[in-house]
């Protein structure tokens, strides 16, 4: 696949630095196969005091598969023996934790959707995992629907049960590390079940609409340069979840600034493009991720960096973000032919005037820079010294808060 890159040299280096570590696996990049466990007298353990979760089998041994990967970190596993423990004679599928962040949910928390396909049969029961009482999601059931899983078959556990049988699919998505084509299986599969017209070969996926702390100021000045160029213009939190999938699934080019709606790509066909625009000056983004979701879906990348922010903000940041027709940009849209007029590429005083109101709203908040990078290192420093990741999460909350 084809990648892109219209930035400064020094995040050229950051990026391919940060993709050198990740594996793409599965066909046609390998011959792996991924594997799925089948363990009778499977307990799905779960302990909410904690977070901690997993799969143990009949004689409490805990299974390994059963580990949640995030990069090199797994969750937490509990101690069996502190647990009161539900019997039921169902076979159980188990999928993971759910998580209350939509992106996150879908690459993270999807990851063993894949074996539904080998060894799903209604009337066995989809296991979720909510080991942090956050409450059911109403995405889980979303797409669980588009799977064609009666919701009386998907189960939210926040206590421990053991089933007759319980099937571990291995995870196929794992951050910062690794992906196998299988991954695609169950977004293909949802893809297929949704029908409706779509909107085009072109479609941006906009972050105007979104409260005032997530947009992103200038994107309608940027949107508009892609509208007039082909592109439908899509706002996915307003949209039910198949009808963004029905929006997508048939597009050629997806673009946008870098967040969730470009992951929505798992829904595209392979060979198709997606655009990220990055929207802070930060070199660390999450181009890497998008990145390793456009290679295990077969499609070609393009970065460019856009943002023309007075204070350097991170990917997820609490100060406002700006983005402009910078010279990376505007070298994109000279390369594939857009047509714009001077007034499209100049700034946006308007854009600019918002954005320098919640600027200094965002320091009156939040400090300085200075005090910034001081805090994060207070926080950082300090919490070295807890023993144990459950202690040591709890403090670096709490400091947060109060400092």
């Known amino acids: 696949m084809q990648c892109d890159i219209y930035t400064s040299d020094k995040y050229k280096k950051y990026f391919h630095s940060d993709i050198a570590a990740r594996q793409i696996c599965g066909a046609p990049f390998d011959d792996s196969a991924l594997d799925i466990d089948c363990i009778d007298s499977g307990l799905v353990a779960v302990d909410c005091a904690t977070g901690a979760f997993g799969i143990f089998d009949v004689d409490n041994k805990f299974v390994k598969s059963s580990l949640q990967l995030r990069g090199k970190m797994g969750q937490f596993i509990p101690d ?216 295990v879906r077969g499609l070609n990348s393009v970065f460019i960096e856009a943002s023309v922010e007075k204070r350097k903000s991170e990917h997820q940041s609490k100060l406002p973000q700006i983005i402009g027709v910078t010279e990376h940009l505007q070298r994109f849209f000279d390369d594939n032919g857009f047509k714009y007029s001077a007034r499209d590429v100049a700034q946006d005083k308007a854009a600019f005037a918002e954005y320098e109101i919640a600027l200094a709203a965002a320091s009156a908040a939040y400090g300085g820079a200075i005090y910034m990078r001081l805090k994060r290192f207070i926080i950082k420093f300090v919490t070295c010294f807890v023993p144990g990741r459950v202690r040591r999460g709890r403090v670096r909350a709490w400091l947060k808060e109060r400092l």
């Open 80 to 295: 069996v023996k502190k647990l009161c423990v539900e019997n039921c004679a169902d076979t159980a599928i188990f999928l993971g934790n759910i998580y209350p962040h939509f992106g996150h949910f879908l690459l993270e928390h999807l990851n063993r959707a894949w074996g539904l396909g080998r060894v799903y049969k209604k009337g066995m029961k989809v296991i979720f995992i909510d080991n942090k009482n956050i409450g059911a999601q109403k995405f889980v059931f979303d797409f669980t629907d588009m799977l064609n899983i009666p919701r009386r078959d998907v189960v939210i556990l926040t206590n421990s049960v053991r089933y007759k049988k319980v099937y571990i699919p291995a995870q196929s998505w794992v951050t910062q590390h690794r992906a196998h084509t299988d991954f695609c299986k169950a977004f293909d599969a949802m893809a297929a079940g949704v029908s409706g017209p779509g909107v085009g070969d072109k479609v941006y996926v906009s972050r105007a609409a979104l409260p005032a702390e997530m947009k992103v100021f200038g994107e309608e000045r940027i949107q508009n340069i892609f509208k007039k160029n082909g592109y439908a213009i899509i706002y996915p939190e307003k949209m039910p979840l198949a009808h963004q999938v029905a929006a997508i699934k048939n597009a050629k080019v997806l673009a946008g600034c870098g967040g969730t709606a470009l992951h929505l790509a798992l829904f595209m066909k392979p060979g198709g493009r997606v655009v990220q625009i990055k929207r802070n000056t930060g070199i660390k983004d999450n181009g890497p991720i998008q990145w390793m979701l456009n290679q």
